[in-house]
């Protein structure tokens, strides 16, 4: 009969796995093992699909990735021969039934067991129902003497007590591995769901993380372990790489995390900070460009974009260009400059006046008998947009973009034009985050920044009135609300999906409402053809909000 131990070493992989990359990620899995062998860990715990990457999306449909992954996690399994700690790691399985988002646990040369995911989100950024079929409710893993129950992410989240289950199949602890993104207050949310799982299973849970961005998501790490008392034993810090030893001690018959560490957690600014510059570096990296490229205006999306390269990426891999006109001020030449200066990026100036009366010129014969307006405006716009794809084409740098949540909602931004380029850290940001985000960088500098400390956002481009300058004294309230109203206005039906009446009835003009819902609506083809960026609120353009383009619905109360 195989002993019961009362003590065992876990160790949590809080790594940034690379979707598709199964050989990387197979070498990175090897390295942590190591690192975790050498802090003396019985079991190395890695998160959701490691080997994979999550998500992997339709990846799972190709019958030679599935073997790829098979084939990885057969080879991490045979270095489990060496007597040294055995292995939780995800990865998708297929057999004759389906394709499952499992986990495999490896020890002593093998795989000892596998568990399916049971179930399935289909929300949000979650899509699995499309490529996985559900597993069938678990029983535990016995990993040297100890019983382990292993659900996987969404099973603890949903209402089909999986912990439940498992506790009454006689499973002693609970490990969860997740690839859980983030959105603002999400680490609460998390520790919230883990605690109602201890109550209802009377188990300890540990809880592993993955970080990195992927597309529009990034993840945020902050694992941690809640014990059967209800009390926080074990946290990891967000936004960071690491493998971390636990210690778990079994007093009687019950386990509970003894050790480990207990890092602080960022507040809302430096999260949505951190995973705004960590986004952008990692769809940089991972996607292979070597620099970034960006129009820097002087005004203050622009401006913060900047210091998230900056900071992302380091100064020496950002280029700015100012792209000024005759309405562009002088205030602005002046300002962008400062910028560029404080973060000490490359400052191009390229006039456009030339080209935009060129274009003028073409189009004379065909515009005559008409009024400027809107279209001329534009074609400075995308005259700007036309120079940043040339440079990006000719040094290979990738343009970012700048176009907040608040332009993006209602349509104030021009297609081809500032909305060209590849990523937009600030696109699930509201114009009146920009500006929180801007103040709180010039006073902080976040753990992992490239950039300098101190003021980097002159605070002569934070204190002026926002405005695209595409005509003489223009301003953003020449044509919509105040910010503070607009962003108020637009996250109640875009996030709180609320009626029209409701909206009223927290003191919004009535017009005013019904204008911006039509706005909302009408700008749903821009948005479509806009780039990727990322997710901070529970509700971004994309994933999460998949309205119609061509749609007649309008909320009359």
Known sequence: MTSRPDRLKIAVVQLNPIVGDVAGNLEKARGARREAGAQGADLVFFTELFIAGYPPEDLVLKPAFLAACAQAVEALAGDTADGGPGIVIGYPRVDDHGRYNSIAVLDGGRVIATRDKVDLPNYGEFDEKRVFQAGPMPGPVGFRGVRIGIPICEDIWGDLSVCETLAESGAEMILVPNGSPYYRGKMDVRQQVVIRQVIESGLPVLYANQVGGQDELVFDGGSFAINADKQLAFQLGQFEETVALTEWVR??????????????????????????????????????????????SGGIDSAICTALAVDALGHERVRTVMLPYRYTAESSLTDAEACAKALNTRYDVVPIAEPVEGFTAALESIFEGTEEGITEENLQSRTRGVILMALSNKFGSMVVTTGNKSEMSVGYATLYGDMNGGFNPIKDLYKTEVYQLSRWRNSNKPKGARGPSGEVIPVSIIDKAPSAELRENQTDQDSLPDYAVLDDILECLVEGEMATETIVARGHDEALVHRIEHLLYIAEYKRRQSAPGVKITRKNFGRDRRYPITNRFRDRG
Do not use: H
Not at 261 to 284: H, I, K, N, Q, S
């Open 251 to 296: 007093e009687g018959d019950e386990w509970r995390c003894a050790a480990g560490p207990v890092a602080p957690l960022p507040d809302r600014l430096e999260a949505d900070y951190t995973a705004c510059m960590v986004g952008l570096r990692d769809y940089v990296e991972k996607n292979g460009f070597k620099q970034v490229v960006l129009g820097l």
